[in-house]
T-cell receptor, first 109, second 115 residues
Framework: GQNIDQPTEMTATEGAIVQINCTYQTSGFNGLFWYQQHAGEAPTFLSYNVLDGLEEKGRFSSFLSRSKGYSYLLLKELQMKDSASYLCASMDSNYQLIWGAGTKLIIKP | DAMVIQNPRYQVTQFGKPVTLSCSQTLNHNVMYWYQQKSSQAPKLLFHYYDKDFNNEADTPDNFQSRRPNTSFCFLDIRSPGLGDAAMYLC??????????????FGPGTRLTVL
Protein backbone atom coordinates (compact mmCIF):
# COMPACT_ATOMS: atom_id res chain seq x y z
CA GLY A 1 0.00 0.00 0.00
CA GLN A 2 0.90 3.66 -0.08
CA ASN A 3 2.01 5.28 3.13
CA ILE A 4 3.53 8.48 4.44
CA ASP A 5 4.96 8.61 7.96
CA GLN A 6 5.89 11.76 9.83
CA PRO A 7 5.92 12.62 13.55
CA THR A 8 2.65 13.87 14.96
CA GLU A 9 4.10 16.75 16.94
CA MET A 10 7.41 18.46 17.62
CA THR A 11 8.43 21.29 19.91
CA ALA A 12 11.32 23.70 19.34
CA THR A 13 12.61 27.00 20.69
CA GLU A 14 12.49 30.35 18.92
CA GLY A 15 15.77 31.00 17.11
CA ALA A 16 16.72 27.31 17.01
CA ILE A 17 16.81 24.75 14.16
CA VAL A 18 14.35 21.89 13.74
CA GLN A 19 14.28 18.95 11.33
CA ILE A 20 10.99 17.27 10.44
CA ASN A 21 11.40 13.81 8.95
CA CYS A 22 9.17 12.01 6.49
CA THR A 23 9.32 8.49 5.10
CA TYR A 24 7.23 7.45 2.15
CA GLN A 25 6.13 4.37 0.27
CA THR A 26 4.22 5.05 -2.92
CA SER A 27 3.47 3.26 -6.16
CA GLY A 28 6.00 5.04 -8.31
CA PHE A 29 7.49 8.41 -7.48
CA ASN A 30 7.19 11.78 -9.14
CA GLY A 31 8.46 14.04 -6.41
CA LEU A 32 8.14 14.93 -2.75
CA PHE A 33 6.32 18.06 -1.57
CA TRP A 34 6.30 19.94 1.71
CA TYR A 35 3.42 22.23 2.61
CA GLN A 36 2.88 24.50 5.60
CA GLN A 37 -0.60 24.71 7.10
CA HIS A 38 -1.57 27.15 9.83
CA ALA A 39 -4.54 26.18 11.97
CA GLY A 40 -7.82 26.68 10.12
CA GLU A 41 -6.10 27.68 6.89
CA ALA A 42 -5.21 26.00 3.61
CA PRO A 43 -1.84 24.37 2.92
CA THR A 44 0.74 26.62 1.29
CA PHE A 45 3.52 25.21 -0.87
CA LEU A 46 7.01 25.21 0.63
CA SER A 47 9.23 22.93 -1.44
CA TYR A 48 9.49 20.22 -4.07
CA ASN A 49 12.26 17.61 -4.45
CA VAL A 50 12.46 15.07 -7.24
CA LEU A 51 16.24 14.49 -7.31
CA ASP A 52 18.37 13.39 -4.38
CA GLY A 53 19.96 16.11 -2.33
CA LEU A 54 19.27 19.32 -0.54
CA GLU A 55 17.17 22.22 -1.84
CA GLU A 56 17.62 25.46 0.06
CA LYS A 57 15.12 28.28 0.07
CA GLY A 58 15.86 30.97 2.63
CA ARG A 59 15.35 29.67 6.17
CA PHE A 60 13.79 26.45 4.87
CA SER A 61 15.62 23.53 3.25
CA SER A 62 14.32 20.19 2.07
CA PHE A 63 16.29 16.99 1.52
CA LEU A 64 15.43 13.87 -0.43
CA SER A 65 16.89 10.37 -0.59
CA ARG A 66 14.93 8.32 -3.12
CA SER A 67 16.80 5.08 -2.33
CA LYS A 68 15.75 5.36 1.31
CA GLY A 69 12.26 6.74 0.68
CA TYR A 70 13.15 9.57 3.03
CA SER A 71 12.87 13.33 3.15
CA TYR A 72 13.29 16.02 5.75
CA LEU A 73 12.35 19.65 6.09
CA LEU A 74 14.87 21.80 7.93
CA LEU A 75 13.75 25.08 9.45
CA LYS A 76 16.43 27.49 10.68
CA GLU A 77 16.22 30.59 12.88
CA LEU A 78 12.77 29.59 14.02
CA GLN A 79 10.20 32.33 14.46
CA MET A 80 6.93 32.20 16.37
CA LYS A 81 5.05 32.46 13.07
CA ASP A 82 6.55 29.10 12.04
CA SER A 83 4.17 27.41 14.48
CA ALA A 84 2.03 25.37 12.10
CA SER A 85 1.52 21.88 10.74
CA TYR A 86 3.97 20.71 8.09
CA LEU A 87 2.57 18.24 5.59
CA CYS A 88 4.72 15.84 3.59
CA ALA A 89 3.21 14.52 0.35
CA SER A 90 4.61 12.11 -2.24
CA MET A 91 3.42 12.15 -5.84
CA ASP A 92 2.82 8.63 -7.14
CA SER A 93 3.05 7.22 -10.65
CA ASN A 94 -0.47 8.53 -11.43
CA TYR A 95 0.59 12.03 -10.36
CA GLN A 96 -1.68 11.78 -7.32
CA LEU A 97 -0.45 13.30 -4.06
CA ILE A 98 -0.29 10.87 -1.16
CA TRP A 99 -0.41 12.95 1.99
CA GLY A 100 0.93 12.49 5.47
CA ALA A 101 -1.22 13.60 8.40
CA GLY A 102 1.16 16.44 9.15
CA THR A 103 3.60 17.33 11.90
CA LYS A 104 2.37 19.98 14.32
CA LEU A 105 5.33 22.21 15.17
CA ILE A 106 5.11 24.16 18.41
CA ILE A 107 7.56 27.03 18.85
CA LYS A 108 8.30 28.18 22.39
CA PRO A 109 9.88 31.56 23.25
CA ASP B 1 -2.36 38.41 -8.24
CA ALA B 2 -3.19 35.03 -9.70
CA MET B 3 -4.99 32.98 -7.11
CA VAL B 4 -7.48 30.33 -6.06
CA ILE B 5 -10.63 31.66 -4.42
CA GLN B 6 -13.18 29.72 -2.42
CA ASN B 7 -16.61 30.88 -1.32
CA PRO B 8 -17.95 30.94 1.23
CA ARG B 9 -15.12 30.65 3.77
CA TYR B 10 -17.55 29.32 6.37
CA GLN B 11 -20.73 27.45 5.59
CA VAL B 12 -23.33 26.19 8.03
CA THR B 13 -26.01 23.80 6.87
CA GLN B 14 -28.55 21.52 8.42
CA PHE B 15 -28.45 17.76 8.36
CA GLY B 16 -29.72 16.61 4.98
CA LYS B 17 -29.95 20.08 3.42
CA PRO B 18 -28.03 20.31 0.12
CA VAL B 19 -25.10 22.66 0.00
CA THR B 20 -22.82 23.92 -2.78
CA LEU B 21 -19.26 25.14 -2.32
CA SER B 22 -17.54 27.10 -5.05
CA CYS B 23 -13.99 27.53 -6.25
CA SER B 24 -12.57 29.84 -8.88
CA GLN B 25 -9.06 30.36 -10.16
CA THR B 26 -7.20 32.98 -12.13
CA LEU B 27 -4.14 30.76 -12.69
CA ASN B 28 -5.60 29.25 -15.88
CA HIS B 29 -4.64 25.78 -14.65
CA ASN B 30 -6.03 22.75 -16.43
CA VAL B 31 -6.46 20.64 -13.31
CA MET B 32 -8.75 21.37 -10.37
CA TYR B 33 -9.03 19.25 -7.23
CA TRP B 34 -11.42 18.95 -4.32
CA TYR B 35 -10.10 17.67 -1.01
CA GLN B 36 -11.80 17.01 2.32
CA GLN B 37 -9.69 17.57 5.43
CA LYS B 38 -10.76 16.78 8.97
CA SER B 39 -8.94 18.05 12.02
CA SER B 40 -5.36 16.75 12.37
CA GLN B 41 -5.78 14.49 9.35
CA ALA B 42 -4.29 14.42 5.89
CA PRO B 43 -6.26 15.99 3.06
CA LYS B 44 -8.38 13.36 1.33
CA LEU B 45 -8.83 13.69 -2.42
CA LEU B 46 -12.50 13.50 -3.43
CA PHE B 47 -12.18 14.05 -7.18
CA HIS B 48 -10.38 16.11 -9.77
CA TYR B 49 -10.94 17.53 -13.22
CA TYR B 50 -8.38 17.57 -16.00
CA ASP B 51 -10.04 20.14 -18.22
CA LYS B 52 -13.54 18.67 -18.57
CA ASP B 53 -12.51 15.11 -17.78
CA PHE B 54 -13.90 14.15 -14.38
CA ASN B 55 -11.97 11.70 -12.19
CA ASN B 56 -13.74 10.35 -9.12
CA GLU B 57 -11.81 8.64 -6.32
CA ALA B 58 -13.10 5.12 -5.70
CA ASP B 59 -14.01 5.78 -2.08
CA THR B 60 -15.72 9.15 -2.58
CA PRO B 61 -19.35 8.77 -1.43
CA ASP B 62 -22.12 9.28 -3.99
CA ASN B 63 -23.35 12.09 -1.76
CA PHE B 64 -20.56 14.23 -3.20
CA GLN B 65 -20.84 15.56 -6.75
CA SER B 66 -18.88 18.12 -8.72
CA ARG B 67 -19.36 20.39 -11.69
CA ARG B 68 -16.86 22.34 -13.75
CA PRO B 69 -18.73 24.60 -16.15
CA ASN B 70 -15.57 26.28 -17.45
CA THR B 71 -11.82 26.48 -16.85
CA SER B 72 -12.13 29.00 -14.06
CA PHE B 73 -14.89 27.56 -11.89
CA CYS B 74 -15.51 24.31 -10.08
CA PHE B 75 -18.32 23.43 -7.66
CA LEU B 76 -18.70 20.82 -4.94
CA ASP B 77 -22.27 19.73 -4.27
CA ILE B 78 -23.10 17.77 -1.13
CA ARG B 79 -26.56 16.39 -1.73
CA SER B 80 -27.50 15.32 1.79
CA PRO B 81 -24.89 16.41 4.31
CA GLY B 82 -24.42 14.23 7.33
CA LEU B 83 -22.70 15.09 10.60
CA GLY B 84 -19.65 13.18 9.36
CA ASP B 85 -19.29 15.57 6.43
CA ALA B 86 -18.34 18.47 8.67
CA ALA B 87 -14.80 19.31 7.57
CA MET B 88 -12.61 21.79 5.74
CA TYR B 89 -13.07 21.52 1.98
CA LEU B 90 -10.04 22.52 -0.01
CA CYS B 91 -9.90 23.39 -3.68
CA UNK B 92 -6.54 23.18 -5.45
CA UNK B 93 -5.29 23.71 -8.98
CA UNK B 94 -2.26 22.65 -10.95
CA UNK B 95 -0.82 22.58 -14.42
CA UNK B 96 -1.10 19.25 -16.22
CA UNK B 97 0.99 16.73 -14.26
CA UNK B 98 4.21 15.46 -15.71
CA UNK B 99 4.97 18.63 -17.62
CA UNK B 100 7.57 20.04 -15.29
CA UNK B 101 5.46 21.73 -12.62
CA UNK B 102 3.25 19.46 -10.56
CA UNK B 103 2.73 21.83 -7.62
CA UNK B 104 -0.83 22.12 -6.40
CA UNK B 105 -1.96 25.55 -5.25
CA PHE B 106 -4.71 25.73 -2.68
CA GLY B 107 -7.55 28.11 -2.04
CA PRO B 108 -8.24 29.26 1.53
CA GLY B 109 -10.78 26.48 2.10
CA THR B 110 -14.41 26.37 3.17
CA ARG B 111 -15.15 25.14 6.66
CA LEU B 112 -18.45 23.29 6.63
CA THR B 113 -20.50 22.87 9.80
CA VAL B 114 -23.48 20.48 9.80
CA LEU B 115 -26.09 21.04 12.49
Amino acid sequence: GQNIDQPTEMTATEGAIVQINCTYQTSGFNGLFWYQQHAGEAPTFLSYNVLDGLEEKGRFSSFLSRSKGYSYLLLKELQMKDSASYLCASMDSNYQLIWGAGTKLIIKP
Amino acid sequence: DAMVIQNPRYQVTQFGKPVTLSCSQTLNHNVMYWYQQKSSQAPKLLFHYYDKDFNNEADTPDNFQSRRPNTSFCFLDIRSPGLGDAAMYLCATSKPPGQGSDTQYFGPGTRLTVL
